[in-house]
């Protein structure tokens, strides 16, 4: 009790720490956490993106790139009723619409996902430079990564090549080749430092 007490007692300095220095802090609290604790922290004073794919269309921060053969699926879902999944036959990417990160100072990405039966280089997690896609991480390579459960991806981008007016992230899931590989996405936040 005496820890917890403490750790929310650090949040909340963190938290106005930050508020009087003119950022935002955004707050996602895990669904899945059973002590209903602080689960997560994503930084950034503009959201670019917040996307559980819940509406409808189910993507449509996620049309304007191409169209996806991924799907939206009930079984299994991070929070909400649904989330993206792809599988052996429904593989390729999703990518976002363009997202305006031309003033960005720092790009923050966070996203739950659950990983079924993957080898390295079947998900790779991609960043558009204005030109062209470079692999950000393979996510079974990621630091986050555990198989059959849901994790949590938090990272920032630093380099400015990415800081463009059609900023795009992408999921390749054109490695699935074997039947029972999966990789579900749900929670997707995208925020900016200007």
Request: aromatic letters at 14%; hydrophobic letters at 40%.
């Amino acid at each position: 009790m005496q820890l917890r007490l403490w750790i929310v007692l650090l949040s909340l300095v963190l938290v106005a720490g930050l508020a009087s220095s003119g950022a935002t802090a955004y707050f996602s609290d895990g669904a899945q956490n059973p002590n209903n604790t602080l689960a997560t922290t994503v930084w950034g004073n503009t959201i670019l993106l917040s996307d559980g794919f819940e509406g409808e269309p189910w993507d449509a921060n996620w049309d304007g790139n191409g169209t996806t053969l991924w799907e939206r699926n009930d079984t299994k879902v991070h929070s909400g009723l649904w989330a993206a999944c792809a599988t052996k036959s429904k593989n390729g990417n999703v990518t976002t619409d363009d997202l305006d990160a031309l003033s960005a100072t720092k790009i923050y990405v966070s996203f739950w996902y659950r990983a079924e039966n993957l080898e390295a280089a079947d998900l790779l997690v991609q960043l558009y430079n204005g030109t062209t896609y470079n692999t950000w991480y393979d996510i079974t390579n990621h630091s986050s990564y555990q198989a059959n459960t849901w994790c949590h991806f938090t990272e920032a981008i630093i380099d400015s090549q990415y800081y463009k007016s059609n900023f795009r992230l992408r999921f390749d899931a054109q490695g699935f080749e074997e039947t029972g590989e999966t990789f579900y996405l749900d929670d997707v936040l995208i925020t900016m430092d200007q």
